[in-house]
């Protein structure tokens, strides 16, 4: 259900913006707005190929790295830009608590003190020092619209261009995040067309990072505007290289809201990450749990909010204490050490020699998958067993391959599976994390059928193919 926020406090909250210490999430200001009815599933855009990808890059809807290995985003947000002087112990720390990357707050200058070229340069070099992916984001855009310093994604896209050169040849390691939640409750229909036009003018400006765009309605997109509109922004982009960001704060306060949110998009190819969310917040209580085992049954990308310096009221948003790693808050233990969270769930990106096997040949031979069929005519079982023919144990695998017709899955035990129409992307439980140099796992499922039932023609482990055993 949708909460109400009273007069006085979008004032109080929004004069709460005006200086650094006093910053919160941005979703401090997101308001809910009408019921929501159902709407279209949005459609996808052209699946897209890796050719002359430099760096990060979408393809059907995931997000791959310069080797087209997948990669996903388990972090944290850090404000750098208010502590500075706080960024290169934090970025430590975070990496030692397991993330893979860290989402960094910048200024464009039209709001605070802009972060030059130079600086973003060490902050990028701090990063890849310590083995994190960055996601570069420009914060002077929050609530543009309703909060009335917000600077528009014009001027946005004007910075980034501006620092350049601390961005051009790095696309292995940084994500461009174009404007933190720009748009507020007011005028919100403008997102589609502006991030269009700020998509436009960063290509043609020479960035070919992935650029990742934050929904409006301060970020949470009650409205569903980049929901609806996702798959036009795609298309508009010649690289066809675009993650969308969701911020999930009170709107999102129940399982149903979480998995529908994300199951649209994971249904269209879109590739989306949860790029803020909390334990609890002041516009209603996000349900972190669902958050978290959602974003690991659909293996997209989550970064929390945020490792320390909070103010005005949510300090309980501070994943550590006063950023000490040694004091870490109830939110702070949940989002790295709980259920689905950061230890649980982080590979490093295989850029730093992480992920899977980094060795580049996609030939077979690391895998040997069994497909056991029991059909019966409308519906069948398969008992699928994944050997790891390699000389190295393989945790937190990724299983692709596709039916051979009109098959539908029911049920799965041992795994975790997504379907899109005959593509099938399966990741495990906890328990089935790992597989052992010369191990194996195995996992079931049930579906229904019509037509040809056979076992699939091909299977793919983390990227590489398997050979198929009888």
């Not at 929050?142 to 980034?160: C, F, I, M, Q, R």
């Amino acid at each position: 259900m949708r909460r109400t926020r009273a007069a006085a406090a979008v004032a109080a909250l929004l004069a709460a913006c005006a200086t650094p210490l006093a910053l919160s999430p941005s979703a401090l200001a997101a308001q809910p707005g009408p019921t929501a009815q159902p709407a279209p599933t949005a459609q996808p855009a052209p699946p897209q190929q890796a050719a002359d990808a430099p760096g990060f890059h979408i393809q059907n809807g995931r997000l791959l790295d310069a080797d087209n290995r997948d990669f996903v985003l388990r972090g944290v947000n850090h404000a750098h830009t208010w502590y500075p002087d706080r960024t290169d112990q934090a970025l430590a720390d975070i990496k030692a608590k397991g993330a893979n990357s860290v989402r960094v707050v910048l200024s464009t200058g039209d709001q605070w003190t802009r972060n030059d070229t130079a600086d973003v340069a060490h902050v990028v070099e701090e990063c890849k020092q310590n083995r994190l992916i960055c996601v570069l984001e420009a914060h002077d855009t929050t609530g543009y619209g309703e909060a009335g310093a917000a600077a528009p994604l014009s001027k946005a896209v004007d910075y980034w261009l501006s620092i350049k050169d601390a961005l051009v040849g790095q696309e292995k390691y940084v994500l461009v995040n174009i404007g933190n939640e720009p748009y507020g409750n007011a005028n919100y229909g403008a997102w589609t067309g502006d991030t269009k036009t700020a998509v436009g003018r960063l290509r043609a400006g020479g960035l070919d990072h992935t650029l990742m765009v934050d929904a409006p309605n301060w970020g949470q997109d009650w409205s569903f505007t980049m929901r609806d509109n996702a798959a036009a922004v795609m298309a508009a982009d010649p690289d066809r290289n675009i993650l969308f960001d969701i911020h999930m704060y009170g709107v999102y306060d129940t399982p149903a809201e979480v998995s529908d949110y994300l199951n649209r998009y994971v249904a269209a190819q879109l590739p989306i990450v949860v790029g803020e969310f909390g334990d609890m917040h002041s516009d209603g209580n996000p349900d972190e749990d669902a958050i978290l085992a959602a974003t690991r049954s659909l293996d997209l990308g989550f970064m929390g909010w945020s490792w320390s310096g909070n103010g005005s009221g949510v300090e309980y948003l501070d994943l550590v204490r006063n950023f000490d790693a040694n004091a870490p808050s109830d939110w702070g233990k949940r989002l790295f050490d709980g259920a689905d969270g950061i230890k649980a769930t982080a590979k490093e990106a295989g850029v730093f020699g992480g992920g899977t096997d980094p060795d580049p040949d996609p030939g077979s031979g690391a895998c040997a998958v069994t497909y056991r069929l029991s059909d019966w005519g409308s519906s069948f079982n398969a008992d699928i067993t994944v050997r790891n023919t390699s000389d190295r144990q393989i945790d937190g695998w990724k299983l692709d391959f596709a039916f051979t017709g009109q098959q539908k899955i029911n049920s799965v035990w041992n795994a975790r599976a997504t379907q899109n129409g005959t593509a099938v992307h399966v990741t495990p439980e906890s328990w089935t994390h790992s597989i052992p140099a010369g191990g194996q796992v195995s996992f079931g499922l049930n579906g229904s059928s019509t037509g040809t039932n056979t076992v699939p023609a091909a299977f793919t482990l983390d990227g590489r193919t398997c050979t198929i055993s009888s």
